[in-house]
DNA sequence: CTGAAAGCGCTTACAG
DNA sequence: CTGAAAGCGCTTACAG
């Protein structure tokens, strides 16, 4: 099978190996394997049982060294451990198999200066494109540098650089639609518990404006004393639920940053001997599947990650293609009203 | 900066091009990369000045198609939504990272056919080896065709085939010491949401045997009654659980499967008035980091993920440079007790 | 419809 | 301590 004089020591059958089986040029293997045309019926089937009978396996380094395309996407998120994050990669996952492509993934833990890294590293291996998800600091610069040549799309923030698209989510219209449906409820104290992070962030809260535009539009008084803050996690949101119980001030309702911060503010609650939604109703933000299982199960803004990951891949191919560095792409959100409101 | 003979359209400036501004040949270039000594200081000062000039990255792929080394590891887990999954996967970049080396991510949801896709995919891409979750049919047949000439590490299946490798937790143990574990506190009438995907399984149920043992250890009855099953999720415990009260059977103390049955189980103890610990103690598998942060906070067997993570990359260097193939390795649990119990 | 040559960007034996 | 040649496994212009 082996032991012709291009065929390695490990890695198995080379297109020479195939060729010389089924007594053709390596030129001819290649046009078989990649489906070009241009070759008989009859010399494929010899091509094809000459692969199955090698076991031959096309070497995509090798491939990808001349067409400059490895067939790779990147992905680099916070915490792959966060199910907010964990759902898209598999939508992003999803999105790149349907497209043909592979992914990588890394993890920035929110830093910029990781994030360099990880696009040193990727850019080192070719990828075709980077999906990129925001974090604190400034990744326009970051990119404008590290990516130098490798289309990027950057999820929920908007960066200004050369071959850099955004995809973004209409988060503030979804943190209105969660509030105006709290007061369609007849809520009248509806609480916020927000992102802590947010506070050092030079990103505008969109959720917290959609969140006073929501409030507004019903009619209802803004009270800073009812915004508390907290890290966007179950225990964070646990905390800032409990913070809100012992400063006393009256609250009918709590739309939260995201789900875990949500699932947190239910437990206190609970724990509390307060009932959802009777006595406070509640609403998160993102729709992890988790919200489903939950008793009672948790009302929330859905962010339509299929669409959103699907755009990403669109576009990194567009812009690989040459095509023009477009605006921010605005993904909606919905509102999945569930038990909890 | 580029447009040298051998300067790609797009990537970037080439060893070449570092070689020609720096007024050496490519060789040294290379020598001071990857810096293999035989290069005068100063010689050294002048490339590394050159690849600043040009922001000269190395061509990873081309690296690999000499060394016949990527740097890169593929994972394959059942689902990335799943905690469980999420949180090894974290814990195998983390060892992978440590050891210099770049992972890819798939998912075979289960199914040992994606699983052989996958291992194409990843075999195409010269991964320098394969971690690989348990799925159900036979594993070893597939491996053994599909991953030819790669090293594999099969976590929590032990897979006889050449090249591959088992690192399997003590699951077994597990199960005994959280039912010991609940027989020590008193409960004797202890009940067990089980998997309903072992029932189809060819895989002896570690958990259930687990299970039995501790219950003969602590001198309590075994009683099939108190043995139902149901999905490993949330939602299959959730229900596990509602079949349990609505049977009549009493019970004070439940071992789930893995931890989102536990939770799911807790929610409807939760709605039928059933307080935990107090009526009914509750353990997990796993130790998800949810576990913590619930209200009680979940008791759980602990899997030592870092421990088993950087076993897998060891044994997969070891295989890769021609060490025998072990003995499956097996990798201790632990019992973590919180307010659940 | 098919093949011999050149080369993607790098490293690995070899000379000097 | 440094350089010119060969080649990893494949594809891309070119001839026939």
Redesign the pocket.
């Known amino acids: 099978v082996t032991g012709g ?5 490990n ?9 010389k089986l089924a ?9 078989v ?2 489906d ?5 019926p ?3 089937q010899r091509v094809l049982q000459a692969i199955d009978k090698t076991g ?8 990808a ?4 395309r490895s067939g790779t996407v990147g992905l680099v998120i916070a915490e792959m451990t966060d199910p907010y994050f964990a759902e898209f990669a598999d939508a992003v996952q999803q999105a790149a198999h349907e497209s043909g492509l592979t992914m990588f993934i890394s993890q920035h833990h929110g830093d910029v200066d990781i994030a360099r890294t990880i696009f040193d590293s990727m850019a080192s291996f070719a990828v075709d494109g980077l999906i990129v998800f925001s974090a604190r600091g400034d990744l326009g610069a970051v990119l404008a540098h590290a990516s130098a040549g490798i289309p990027v799309v950057v999820i929920d923030q908007v960066v200004e650089a050369p071959n850099v698209v955004s995809v973004v989510s209409a988060i503030g219209e979804g943190a209105e639609l969660a509030v105006r449906h709290l007061a369609d409820r007849g809520r009248e104290r509806i609480a916020m518990l927000a992102n802590s992070d947010s506070l050092q962030s030079p990103l505008q809260p969109r959720r917290e404006v959609g969140y006073q535009r929501g409030l507004q539009i019903s009619g209802l008084a803004f009270d800073p004393h009812l915004v508390v803050h907290g890290p966007a996690t179950i225990r964070g949101g646990l905390a800032a639920a409990q913070s809100l119980i012992k400063a006393g001030t009256s609250f009918d309702a709590v739309f939260a940053y995201n789900d875990l911060m949500a699932i947190g503010a239910m437990q206190a609650f609970g724990a509390a001997g307060l009932r959802v939604p009777d006595d406070v109703a509640v609403v998160g933000f993102d729709d992890i599947a988790m919200c489903e299982a939950l008793v009672p199960s948790l009302s929330s803004i859905r962010l339509d990650r299929a669409s959103i990951s699907r755009e990403a891949i669109r576009l990194l191919e567009q812009l690989r293609n040459g095509g023009p560095a477009t605006m921010p792409v605005q993904i909606e959100t919905e509102l999945v009203v569930r038990s909890s409101s």
Chains 1, 2 share one sequence.
């Open positions: 004089p291009t065929s390695g020591p890695l198995g059958p080379t297109l020479h190996d195939v060729a007594g053709v040029s390596a030129r001819t293997v290649s046009r394997v990649n070009e045309g241009g070759f008989g009859e010399v494929r031959y396996r096309p070497n995509r380094l090798a491939r060294l001349i067409t400059r």
